[in-house]
């Protein structure tokens, strides 16, 4: 076992998995449950596998605090950009158009595919300002018909995060999770549908997770074809296809996992702690480090920051490494430093961070 060679990853997403679910799934690789088979081998259709597939769902919902009778789990293929379109398609019409609250680059992207098909509204924006905050409530406008408003929780490129749940009076509220998913207890029920590619904060890329109130999602419009429909995932038990099983098994194990650490509000807990290192470095560094972020909108999940200049911010990355601290870059839209903390980062590997912060603020400032 190479696992001392292994580093502290901080990559967006991809991203850290824990590392008892790797051991885990390491050791179950070969024979899955006794089957003499590995979880990729094994039909779809098995009962061992619909164990694996039915437990991943419960113990979603049950993290979550949502009824099963209210809510459906589905998994979906195709990436958080296919819920881009898939929720125009199925939701919005050109007299009720779906809005969107503009927070960074994903939440652009969601509203560009809503405005290729003719259906979209801005709801509020914060480009102007860069997107160094979330909108406020005050800020959110929707018409009487919405369809949705549509709102990207966390912006992993820019490290802002939604601090409230949004509003709506009665107008369905759809948000992209992507990363911050699981990360916090929430009011989900304030939510008709949650979507969430899995890569960053619950396992290997290659499936979506997404949270529907049953009834927002029993009707798709019978125009579109057949793997559009939420209803052909809610009415097949996701599996009217051959779904991602290993994907899915993965985070069947990160929400056992994810249990056993105590649930939301622990995860919640030590979230907090862990980006007070990383803040509490930028903070008290006399502006070497600069955050992107607004205090009221950073990110538990993404924390972005930069450099006094990019010569710095080149051989921070470097010796960040040598330090087993790794993908720390930025996303090249907004430069500088962006450290991924989510779940599966443990405290230690923040406190190293901010350690490491720290000494090479006093050997470069
Ligand atoms: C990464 C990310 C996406 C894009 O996900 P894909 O699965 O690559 O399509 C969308 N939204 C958010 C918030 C993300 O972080």
Redesign the pocket.
Known sequence: MLEADRIYNFNP?PAAMPLEVLKEAQAEFLNFNKSGMSIVEISHRAKAYDEVHNAAKADILELMNLSADEYEVMFIQG???LQFAMVPLNFATADKKGYYALSGQ?AEKAYDEANILGVGEVAASTKEEKYVRVPRQSEIKLADKAAYLHI?M???IFGTEYHYVPETNGIPLIA?M??DMLSRPLNFNKFSLIYA?V??NLGP?GV?LVVAKKSFVENSPTTLPTMLRYNTFYKKNSLYNTPPAFCIYMVGKVAKWLKSMGGLSKMHELNKKKAALVYDAIDGSNGFYRGHAEKDSRSLMNVTFRLPSEDLEKKFVAEALENKLGGVKGHRSVGGMRASIYNAMPYEGCERLADFMNKFRKENA
């Open positions: 997403g990436g958080a950009s994903f990207c966390n912006n992993t992209d992507s990363s590619g890569q960053k890329a979506v």
